[in-house]
């Protein structure tokens, strides 16, 4: 439950910039706020997915320790927000996430920023197959809810690469939710059994695909990946490092224990959590809290005092 205390701070200190255009001020009073809080929790973090080298991050970088130096060794996926576009335009479904596992299970996939994935809840075990066509994927999994293709829900992120894909969910008859950014939060509405997302496909990045899997995991969910290298270097750097680009990654690939943590706080509101609401003399967040071992899954609502929050900004 300490977590959520970083990924509330960096939730509250993102609001001053939602809808103001600057996603990169953004993400900066989020990292500071997060990294702050971080340095407080009873554990010893290192950093496997951070803000990385795709963002050029000073903090919260890939391999920095964090926590307070006592408590279990862990590996630690952090991403202080989740839709940095989506808080600067002031537009749905950003979430400040924290994501923990025991140390060294957890997939390094440094070398490539992209990865194509496919997500669902329970009802996708044995039936998904990113290898398969998606309309036969579609057609399989809504056999195995009990609905007809005509009703299922399909999220895809809305990018030019997915002109085809979302051409080929169409046509099987089923239905699109084009998502403008972050894919965590389709990913765990597609696992959400009470969700009205059935399926969350396409190209994303891979860093909040090893997220997405220590939630997918606390769900009981399926998640398959395949690296997606942009370019002929960025494969060859794949190569080099190890990687199999041809093989398909489960959540257990990518996160090799059940002692996960997945935390995520609301910025903005969104289909899984409301955004920070500021009001008079308080702010209230809305954060989920995942953990796999025990299959607990908790909402936590939670009232700030605004002066105290007001008096650090001063």
Not at 119 to 139: F, H, M, Q, S, Y
Request: with cysteine; proline share 3%; glycine share 12%.
């Amino acid at each position: 439950m300490e977590l959520v205390r970083a990924t509330e701070a960096a939730a509250i200190r993102a609001v001053p910039w939602i809808g103001r255009g600057n996603k990169n001020a953004a993400d900066g009073a989020a990292v500071d706020a997060m990294r702050k809080f971080l340095a407080t929790v009873e554990f010893q973090g290192e950093v496997v997915i951070g803000e990385g080298e795709k963002d050029e991050a000073p903090m919260l970088f890939n391999g920095e320790i964090v926590g307070n130096g006592r408590g279990p060794l862990c590996d630690i996926a952090v991403d202080p927000i989740d839709g940095t576009s989506l808080t600067a335009a002031g537009r749905q479904n950003a979430l400040s996430v924290i994501a923990v596992a025991d140390r060294g299970t957890m997939y390094n996939p440094k070398e490539v920023f992209y990865m194509d994935k496919i997500v669902t809840g329970p009802a996708g075990k044995g039936i998904i197959d990113l290898e398969r066509p998606i309309g036969d994927n579609i057609k399989d999994l809504a056999n195995a809810l009990g609905k007809d293709v005509e009703d299922m829900n399909i999220a895809v992120l809305d990018r030019p690469r997915h002109e085809q894909l979302i051409s080929d969910i169409r046509a099987s008859g089923a239905g699109t939710e084009l998502m403008l950014d972050g894919d965590v939060a389709g990913g765990i509405n597609a696992a959400l059994e009470d969700g009205r997302i059935d399926m969350c496909v396409g190209i994303g990045g891979t860093p909040e695909g090893i997220i997405t899997a220590c939630a997918i995991k606390g769900l009981d969910g399926v998640m398959q990946g395949r690296l997606h290298p942009r370019n002929d270097e960025e494969r060859q750097n794949a190569i080099d490092a190890g990687h199999d680009l041809d093989r398909v990654l489960t959540q257990d690939d990518l996160v090799r224990t059940d002692n996960t943590f997945f935390v995520c706080t609301g910025v903005t509101d969104g289909g899984l959590v409301r955004g920070v609401n500021r009001e008079r003399n308080q702010i209230t967040t809305d954060s989920v809290v995942l953990r796999a071992r025990s299959g607990t899954f908790r909402r936590v609502t939670a009232t700030h005092r605004s002066d105290k929050w007001l008096a650090d900004e001063a």
